[in-house]
């Protein structure tokens, strides 16, 4: 099994009520920062409690019957992995895992170890009338995961894709290989590595999402300027649906009908499950030169982002931090952009020079700067607190706070109306319920058109209970997205909680088209009802 | 009507059995340059003969009857619209126009001006039962436009696109646009010019193809390195289809769900009509350098094609044109690797002496370079040949001779193999026939982990009749590429002449998978039928 089923402290034990792993929770030095920070920020001073043991938990007994033989071997039903497979890593679902609640928790999870194995698993969820829901690293934000009513189901399983983690073909020339889709961000960097190879693709949840997540949810890489989408980087794609396996054949690029491998991106487990990938991969980088640029104002900085990005100087990542996003990153409370080139096999420092003259010509200010293989303190600095922060969010939420990150894009002429309608919507909601709190702002990723901005709340509630407060704030956030130029989501996906917007943007043709792909993967509604449509 | 209906010598009059304006002919100096130069290459001096002219032609009575009073204004039946709207420009379509033989002419043309006229005329079609042909600048040269059977169909409609011009909106900050999808390609650049943008996107048919057009297809731009295809610069689109009316939102990203726009990105006309599309689009260059460097063979000059590519240098064109390709466009017969950079806001200068390295080190030698904004004599003359091949190539099927292209993509570690299959398969099928040809290769289109190859061909059919020896070859070179790891097509798209091997290249789950999305759009099957798929 990918997942140690082992409810001890062990090095690698995921934590069945939080983010990544138990050993990555807060320090007790950490938590104490983390207090005195929120005490100044929102009054009062928070207090921390830790989840319900899972020893202590509740949960309803497995429906599971007698297996056929075919799938003995790889169904798990013990309370650990239930529990862990229950949940996604949304707000409300750590609530809910934190408190105890799994009274929702799946029968069992089904951990196939190849293609015929995830066929078999199907097979027998069409004859038992189960559900399933595809499982990568749980990592899903949005609802992607869980929660499933049980009550609605007569049976509920988890498919851990965890056991097709095989690296089946590796082309050193063309620099591509043919990876197992349930590989986890580490494991897939630790088989290219010996090879020079690296798919450069690092979304936050790196550590515990998976490539099969990351393509069925058209994750964003931590590379951030244009061709940064998952997708982008598939060559092709194996999927097991209900309606059988759909393999595409691996090539450079096409004009040969519609994109297979694009209908398959998004699909969020709703057609099938992901089972490999053919991966376009990068020759590790040698030459990197990285500065952090101060800017006056937003305005300067994403007119200059604008600028940068269409110079055609490609950098690898180009990040603006808001004051507030600056002062949490541990960096001086300014607008910030963080820049980076890197090659393989060209020094990238002219570049970043060419870079730095047309921000200064845009009003920036460089602050830092570090080339010849380096990176800029102010990137390394920023670069920890992003691998960190879901674990403080964690605390965030031990503590009876809500948080919540709120992801879109939107033109560069659209972002201030939607910028400052979803700074109305957040304080609206806050306003109603006495609530304190704060947001900030980074953009994440950058195109030649428009941008994504992130934004980052987190409040005390006021006199509305934690997960009431969150569904307010979501649905305001999420509306002022969407009624002002922007995406239901840049890259968290749709899962249950975005999918009222996106089947509102989409419009009825959309939902129709897309609804007529469904039902063709998967005519009788077993793959992870509820995501995309309803 | 954007298309004259007028059968005299114009100043933009269509060439109704050859490629784009009958102006642009082949003059006899031109057209006696290339005769000796074929005399030469194939033995016997072809002698040219004028296509039949319409006055000529026998055509077909229409069977369009008494029009709904909604359609009356947007259809034209008269012999030259007929003609032009007939066929694409194949080798086989140019044959059979050239020759006089329209017995498979369209029964009329329509020519609606707004999304409300499609929907009116597909609504016309549906009750007709006639099938519908969406024709852009018809220069599809795999049978996407036709020809269509006429007996096997009660009336072919071909619906022009070509009134659907408008620029709704430009978004100057942005750099987008809402486009009609008939502006052909040099309409479209003279309404974005004055506002210093451009789409950046110049397939060789520019002239005669339009924006609808190149994403129905999926088509590759001229700017050949990594984004290239016209998908990747669509921000939102608009189809009309018998199921109704698809409108997609305009965003700079999305993770939210399969994307809507690349389910209908090479729908080839099957699903319906693309009426619009927001296009992003770029500032217009005001830095340029480029340069040739000469390459001792095509492996060494592939070799550093990877390695540029890879390097994050982000050239905007990277052509690598083989010892006949040189010769062919009026350079030397040597192995040679055309370079451009370019961008609207930073000198690139730096960027090319990069590049130059990178390229010396792999063995390249600097032929000629140019900076400043200049381009090199090399990339000019190369280019001006690009864009008057079709004319050329017309000019050769008037002289009996067989003319074809065949473009596909391949791994890097995958191209000696399909190279050589390619290439012996040419060489059978002339050797059987007791042909005389020759063959030649550029790369068109480069990404980190493979090339387009693109291969001309020009041969004196010997004992077999030109159509039946194209039809050899196509099958044989076909063929060749997908059993060697090559793609179907990398940009001239499916159509009816690669249906088969599309069909077979994907497979039945896929061939299942687009049969349900096009029977949803188009559940009566009026829309382009027998492209894609059977």
Redesign the interface.
Known sequence: MAIEAVDTMGAAMRNHAGWGEVEGALSAAELETLTSLLEAALGGRPSYHHPVPLSSIEMPSSRLGRLPPALAGMVDGDTFSRALHSYGRSFPELVRARSGDFSDAVDGVLHPADETEVAEALDFAARAGAVVVPFGGGSSVVGGIGPLHRRDHPLVLALDTGRLDTVAEL?P????ARLGAGLLGPALEAALRPHGLTLRHFPQSFEFSSLGGWIA????GHFAV??T?IEDFV?ALTMVSP??????????????????E???????GAFGVITEATM????RPVYRASASVVFPSMAAALGALA?LV?????P?NCRVLDESESLRSGLGAKVRMLVA????????D??LS??L??LGAEGGIKEAEEGGGGRSGAADRWRSSFIRAPYFADAIVGMGLVVETFET??????FPELDEAARRAISRVERARGARGFVSCRVT?A??????PYYTVIASPGTADPLAFWAELKEAVTEAFVHHG?????????GRY?RPA?EE??????R???G??R???DPQGLMNPGV?LG
Chains 1, 2 share one sequence.
Request: aromatic share 4%.
């Open positions: 082309d020339i063309s620099q591509t949810t058209r994750s964003g244009g061709t989408h060559s309606a059988g396996v759909l393999r595409t054949r691996p090539l450079p690029a096409s004009g040969a009908g519609p994109a297979l694009r209908i398959l991106a998004g699909s969020e376009k991969l990068a020759a600028e269409r110079s055609r100087l490609n690898a080139f890197e090659s393989p096999n060209t020094p990238v002219a570049l060419a870079a003259e047309l894009s939107v033109s560069y002429a659209g990723h195109y030649s058109d428009g941008l994504a922007g995406a239901v989501t840049h890259h968290h996906g749709v975005h996106f943007s989409i419009g009825e043709a959309g129709a088209a897309l007529a792909l039902r063709h993967f995309l």
